[in-house]
């Protein structure tokens, strides 16, 4: 694991971005994992910046990690409409090639299925964006997530409920579930770029870094990935030593 400790989320946004920009001037027919919160929005501010200076991003495929069940696509605090605020009105992508999981599929096994077919019909992901929760999840992956586990229903703890209802009117309105890639989705991504920012991250990220490789920490499983680097500020890795 590449591990990059900056002064700022800024600048380690902005690196980040280097990176993804760079991938897209490379193969401008990518394949993107996406991640909501408020982790990547600096670095999606720097995609839109690159695709405004004339970076192509319409050839690109993206594929966000989760949804929240139960909330339609319009809904102020669906991932769908995150993403296409924060990040798909501000490329020049072509919107049917932007996947966010549908949280009001009506059969959410055989659309779990489809969401994995799907990612594996557009040649895999190369490079997949990651936050990472106070309790170590990725994506929807809360302790304990199987390492091996695939696109699929998850329910969400009191402690990413508590940290997520920040965007909703109070707690209870925080959906109790959501469909997430798997760990094991995740880890088949050719590269992984995980973000963490803040204080309130240092435990979530001394853990997934140092130490052991367990499903109570979901984040750990990316110490197994071939290709995986981490940007942090410096608060983010105050405990690594
Ligand atoms: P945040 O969430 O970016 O809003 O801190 C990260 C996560 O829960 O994965």
């Given at each position: 694991?590449?591990?990059?400790?900056?002064?700022?989320?800024?600048?380690?946004?902005?690196?980040?971005?280097?990176?993804?920009?760079?991938?897209?001037?490379?193969?401008?027919?990518?394949?993107?994992?996406?991640?909501t919160g408020s982790?990547?929005?600096?670095?999606?501010?720097?995609?839109?910046?690159?695709?405004?200076?004339?970076?192509?991003?319409?050839?690109?495929?993206?594929?966000?990690?989760?949804?929240?069940?139960?909330?339609?696509?319009?809904?102020p605090q669906?991932?769908?409409?995150f993403?296409?605020?924060?990040?798909?009105?501000?490329?020049?992508?072509?919107?049917?090639?932007?996947?966010?999981?549908?949280?009001?599929?009506?059969?959410?096994?055989?659309?779990?299925?489809?969401?994995?077919?799907?990612?594996?019909?557009?040649?895999?992901?190369?490079?997949?964006?990651?936050?990472?929760g106070s309790?170590?999840?990725?994506?929807?992956?809360?302790?304990?997530?199987?390492?091996?586990?695939?696109?699929?229903?998850?329910?969400?703890?009191?402690q990413t409920i508590r940290d997520n209802a920040r965007f909703f009117a109070d707690a209870?309105e925080v959906?109790?579930?959501?469909?997430?890639?798997?760990?094991?989705?995740?880890?088949?991504?050719?590269?992984?770029?995980?973000?963490?920012?803040g204080?309130n991250?240092?435990?979530?990220?001394?853990?997934?870094?140092?130490?052991?490789?367990?499903?109570?920490?979901?984040?750990?499983?990316?110490?197994?990935?071939?290709?995986?680097?981490?940007?942090?500020?410096?608060?983010?890795?105050?405990?690594?030593?």
């Open positions: 694991m590449e591990v990059i400790v900056c002064d700022s989320a800024a600048e380690a946004s902005r690196m980040a971005a280097g990176r993804v920009n760079a991938a897209v001037r490379e193969n401008p027919r990518l394949v993107l994992g996406l991640a982790t990547p929005l600096a670095l999606y501010k720097e995609m839109a910046a690159a695709c405004a200076a004339g970076l192509p991003y319409r050839g690109v495929t993206t594929f966000n990690l989760d949804e929240y069940i139960g909330l339609p696509p319009d809904h669906s991932y769908r409409r993403m296409d605020e924060n990040l798909f009105k501000q490329l020049d992508i072509d919107p049917a090639r932007t996947f966010v999981p549908d949280g009001m599929a009506p059969d959410m096994e055989a659309y779990c299925a489809q969401y994995e077919a799907a990612i594996r019909d557009a040649g895999g992901i190369d490079i997949q964006i990651l936050g990472i309790n170590g999840h990725i994506g929807f992956n809360e302790p304990p997530s199987p390492l091996d586990s695939r696109t699929r229903v998850v329910r969400l703890t009191e209870s959906p109790r579930e959501a469909v997430s890639m798997g760990v094991g989705t995740i880890l088949d991504a050719r590269c992984c770029v995980l973000l963490g920012f204080a991250k240092a435990e979530a990220v001394r853990q997934a870094l140092r130490g052991e490789v367990s499903e109570m920490c979901p984040a750990s499983a990316l110490q197994r990935h071939a290709d995986t680097v981490v940007f942090l500020d410096r608060a983010a890795a105050a405990g690594l030593g």
